[in-house]
């Protein structure tokens, strides 16, 4: 089935710093989510992007599916984007449309 | 706040009890999920309904059965569980199969098998 790595698996920021996280896969997807899970382990849908760029706010996310890989952007980073961020795809080459195969995550402080 | 609901949030129960696990969304959705997330891991699907029929299960041993009376309402019965299914079940929802829509989660109930 289709790996799906993140980088890095560990990030500590000061709060007001900016940072990249990356998911790469092993297939062609024709799907791509960012999800947050916060501290108390609520998982929040960030970005649904198979390809190109969107932005909310002081997130940004990239998905360049030819090369598979995606990029999230955290601009001035705030105590509040803690926790985990996962991204999940979805493989061309699954069979069903449902399944989502999640990458490993990253897990972000960021402190005062 | 979530758009998918779960309950209870926390359950402790022991390896010989029955409980039920809740989920509830009206986004009119008609894929809903179960996932199991152990710590520092990420989700693991377990079963998907679509349309209210049953369409995945993910080998999931038969102490963890599944339910969708109606397209809002997906339940988890639980039975004869053992400690190592102490766990977060987390509920998602989507308009279509997840892997072509945006998945929605629920806030989850974090599991204890004593």
């Known amino acids: 089935g289709i790996q799906v790595e993140q980088s890095p698996p560990d990030l500590i920021l000061q709060e007001g710093a900016n940072s990249t996280l990356r998911c790469n896969f092993s297939?062609?997807?024709?799907?791509l989510q960012w999800f947050h899970q916060n501290p108390w382990g609520q998982l929040i849908n960030l970005f649904y992007?198979?390809?190109g760029t969107k932005q909310n706010g002081r997130l940004s996310a990239t998905t360049v599916a030819t090369e598979r890989y995606s990029l999230l952007y955290i601009s001035s980073s705030q105590t509040t984007d803690s926790g985990v961020y996962f991204c999940?795809?979805?493989?061309?080459?699954?069979?069903?449309?449902?399944?989502?195969?999640f990458g490993t995550g990253t897990r972000l402080q960021v402190t005062l | 706040d979530t758009e998918v609901t779960q309950t209870p949030k926390h359950l402790v129960m022991g390896m010989t009890n029955k409980k039920s696990l809740k989920c509830e969304q009206h986004m009119g959705h008609r894929a809903m999920y179960w996932y199991k997330q152990k710590a520092k891991k990420p989700p693991e699907l377990m079963f998907v309904?679509?349309?209210?029929?049953?369409?995945i299960n993910e080998s999931v041993p038969s102490r963890f059965s599944p339910e969708c009376p109606n397209s809002s309402l997906l339940n988890l019965h639980l039975h004869a569980l053992q400690p190592e299914d102490s766990a977060l079940y987390l509920c998602?929802?989507?308009?279509?199969?997840?892997?072509?829509?945006?998945?929605?989660f629920g806030n989850g109930t974090r599991l204890t098998v004593t």
């Open positions: 998602a929802s989507s308009s279509l199969g997840g892997g072509i829509s945006p998945l929605h």
């Open positions: 992007i198979p390809s």
């Open positions: 309904y679509s349309y209210e029929k049953l369409s």
């Open positions: 297939d062609s997807v024709n799907n």
């Open positions: 999940a795809v979805h493989s061309i080459n699954t069979g069903t449309a449902s399944k989502l195969t």
